[in-house]
């Protein structure tokens, strides 16, 4: 394309200039990308994990690891365009300098070919991220956060039309079976334990009908929590999470593997329908629909932040929504409100049922809601649940609060916003913006 010569050296510079702005278009366009070249330095792979890294894809290496002889029997035996014994002598060694640098940086995954033979006989199998479900068509019944109410989700799962049979195992252990008549399929937007009073019997029913393909479900900030405990990270005891660790320690231990288990298979958001649909945790803006990336989960689970924290040591989070125009319905919950709220193509379904309040879905495509209220308030929220009114403004916080904060931002353009979009907060458990 450069130089009409293939083998003309002096056209490298100019050809991974090119080779580089063509990739970026394609990730830009979340299609797959390969790039076939030696990448034997470290130096020429980190522009190309840098581009990863931006659009929020996983990055993959497979490595052609032949001894020395192979590559200079193969380049000997091809036509037309050999290259001196030098040059390839000089990325082999390359390669072995290089050796510890593969395995440090960031590729998701590493294949070693070892041989010409093993390179014959792989097979590349194309694998979906955890988060798209495009395929998957519907109908949705989609849950707000749940927090360990089981009364109210057994309610609300009967309304929609699901019967829910309790079953008893010969040890005396209790699950559930859901089932629905027309095959709807429930997914809920994280948070399912913590708080609530009945947080192993919210479990017992989700577990066994995810299992048969009847629940779906993402990972929301309290899941996270509870999977990290369950891995033996340390966790600050704190937030509702008490609850969940006092009625999980009466439950044998295979039980709380299979909720390990479960929650690791847990991804940070879903697309649905063929993109028409997405259910993360805190919403996501469009640009990390079907992306992957440690920015991409951050978001997902504790949404988009101004940076800054409030008198409750809670990070401030920014009302994303306003600003939203992409073409899926981002389904979403986190932040407490007294009702369902509709902005532009969002819909928050956290109806603070924990606190008292309701416990809503959404069925789809119907775009019909339906809840059920609160037998009673089981914790006591930190600040107060947002109103339509408070949903209008710039920054997730009550009216009240808002007229307060005098060193808040009053717009989100005013926001301080790095590469990756907006970033900080050091709430509950939320990561800080130097572990992105």
């Known amino acids: 394309m450069i130089a009409d010569d293939e083998a003309d050296q002096t056209a490298t510079r100019e050809a991974f200039e090119l080779l580089h702005r063509v990739a970026e278009a394609r ?15 470290r130096e020429a792979r980190e522009p190309l994990i840098e581009l990863a890294r931006r659009y929020h894809v996983p990055c993959v290496a497979i490595i052609f690891d032949y001894p020395l002889e192979v590559y200079l029997q193969q380049n000997a035996s091809r036509p037309g365009r050999r290259v001196e014994r030098s040059v390839i002598e000089r990325q082999y060694a390359q390669l072995e300098a290089h050796r510890g640098a593969l395995l440090e940086e960031p590729f998701q995954r590493r294949y070693w070919l070892r041989s010409p033979t093993e390179a014959a006989q792989a097979v590349v199998i194309r694998r979906p991220l955890l988060c798209d479900r495009r395929s998957w068509h519907g109908p949705f019944d989609i849950i707000g956060d749940v927090h360990g109410c089981f009364d109210e989700l057994v309610e609300l799962l009967g309304r929609l039309g699901y019967a829910i049979t309790e079953r008893r195992s010969t040890r005396g252990e209790t699950s559930f079976a859901l089932h629905h008549p027309a095959g709807r399929r429930v997914i809920f937007v994280g948070d399912l334990v913590d708080r609530g009073p009945k947080v192993v019997p919210v479990l017992k029913l989700v577990l066994p009908a995810a299992a048969r393909g009847r629940v779906a479900a993402v990972l929301g900030n309290h899941d996270r929590k509870l999977l990290r405990y369950l891995e033996g990270h340390p966790v600050r005891v704190a937030h509702g999470f008490e609850m969940t660790v006092a009625q999980l320690e ?22 649905l329908d063929e993109g028409r649909l997405v259910v993360a945790h805190a919403g996501l803006p469009e640009e990390y629909h079907g992306r992957d990336s440690p920015v991409v989960r951050r978001i997902a689970l504790f949404g988009v932040t101004s940076g800054e924290v409030d008198e409750h040591g809670l990070p401030i989070r920014v009302n994303w929504a306003l600003h939203y125009r992409g073409r899926a319905l981002v389904v979403y919950g986190h932040t407490p409100v007294t009702e369902p709220v509709w902005i532009n193509r969002t819909l928050n379904l956290d109806t603070g ?38 949903l209008s403004m710039p920054l997730l916080l009550p009216a009240d609060e808002s007229l307060h904060r005098v060193d808040a931002p009053t717009a989100a353009s005013e926001l301080v916003v790095g590469q990756h979009g907006l970033i900080g907060g ?5 990561p800080t913006a130097s572990g992105v």
């Open 353 to 390: 049922c924990v606190f008292g309040h309701r416990l809503s879905a959404l069925r789809y495509p119907e775009l019909e809601i339906v809840s059920v209220a609160a037998r009673q308030a089981y914790a006591v929220p930190s600040r107060r649940l947002l109103t339509p009114e408070d």
């Open 426 to 430: 050091k709430g509950a458990d939320a």
């Open 250 to 271: 009466a439950e044998p231990a295979d039980f709380k593997q299979r909720v390990l288990r479960f929650l690791r298979r847990l991804p940070h958001h879903l697309v």
């Open 27 to 41: 990730l830009r366009r979340a299609r797959l990308t390969v790039i076939d070249a030696t990448n034997t330095r």
